[in-house]
């Protein structure tokens, strides 16, 4: 048996005047910035690349304030 596991990532950008950054996804409507995390790729690298991808925001401070996970069969 062959088990297939994705992990993703989603970030909550806030500036300094308490803006938060969100992106528009066509079915879902506005969303922090999410992607999946490529294989042997660090949760924080892959959180500041697809925030780049997605926004072309460069994180200059980042802080990791919780990490939940969800399992779906």
């Known amino acids: 048996m ?3 596991h994705h992990v993703s990532v989603s970030g909550l950008i806030v500036n300094e005047n308490d803006e938060v950054l969100l992106v528009k996804n066509a079915f879902r409507g506005w969303e922090c910035p999410t ?3 490529a294989e042997h790729e ?3 690298n892959a959180l500041e690349r ?3 991808d997605e926004t072309g ?3 200059t401070r980042s802080e990791e304030r919780r990490v939940g996970k969800e399992c779906r069969s």
């Open 2 to 4: 062959q088990y297939n």
């Open 50 to 52: 697809i925030i780049f």
């Open 57 to 59: 925001v460069n994180i």
């Open 42 to 44: 660090s949760l924080q």
């Open 35 to 37: 992607g999946f995390v």
